[in-house]
């Protein structure tokens, strides 16, 4: 067969299910999502992934013996947390897209608006964000998903910048509208301690950098 007519294999879905297995006992959802939430809560509180499983099972309140029906390792509850959270943020990101857009008529209304929004999700989500990032370092099953997650919300943003295509003030909208949601991504990583750097937060003005971090964005953005 030539190799131009071979199908290409789809890549293997990165989420709770592909990394743990299904127990056959009808109230196996509600344990997973105590065991879920438990190891979350530890890894959240210790900024690491250093627990045990039997402190999953005390918090959780679900058996040794329930936790490894679910999870073959340690490793695959970390990834299933990673997961979840992984979901979470994608579906905040979207919902405050779609919120904005719907409310914001021109560009000069969205990108400040925008990176006071995203500086909120990236807030909430830090904890994991940081952990999600360490692992993807060494973790192939955690780095691949991560990267396309990352391109997703590159593509989202700049998909919803390019809805006001009139105030661009280059004939290359898109290339200005990646390279704006990259300066905000990197800004607000740098100052929420995210990426490999593990670089401790300035001592710069939350609200005062959101400011001038969207008006720099959109003078860039429209000027010509």
Known sequence: MPASSRAKPKPEPF???????????????????????????????????????????????VSIGSIYLRFESKDNLVRAVIAKAMEDLAAAET?????LTATCTTLRDF???YVEAYAQVLTEN????????????HDPLVAAPGKAAALRAVAQARDAMLRYPDEFG??????????????IFATLARQ????????AVTDYDWEELKRELGRMCLAYLTAP
């Not at 919902?95 to 919120?99: D, G, N, T």
Request: glycine share 6%; charged share 30%.
């Open 95 to 99: 919902e405050m897209v779609e919120r």
């Open 15 to 61: 989420n709770v299910d592909s990394v743990s297995r299904t127990p056959q006992q009808g109230r196996s959802k509600a344990s997973l999502e105590r065991m879920l939430g438990a190891a979350r809560a530890l890894m959240v509180e210790r900024g690491s992934e250093d627990f045990t499983l039997v402190e999953v099972s005390k918090r959780g309140n």
């Open 111 to 113: 990108v400040p608006r």
């Open 192 to 199: 929420l301690s995210l990426g490999s750097s593990r670089e």
């Open 126 to 137: 830090a904890a994991l964000l940081r952990l999600a990032m360490a692992r993807a370092e």
């Open 170 to 183: 280059s004939a290359d909208h898109a290339t200005r509208a990646e390279a704006a949601y990259y300066i």
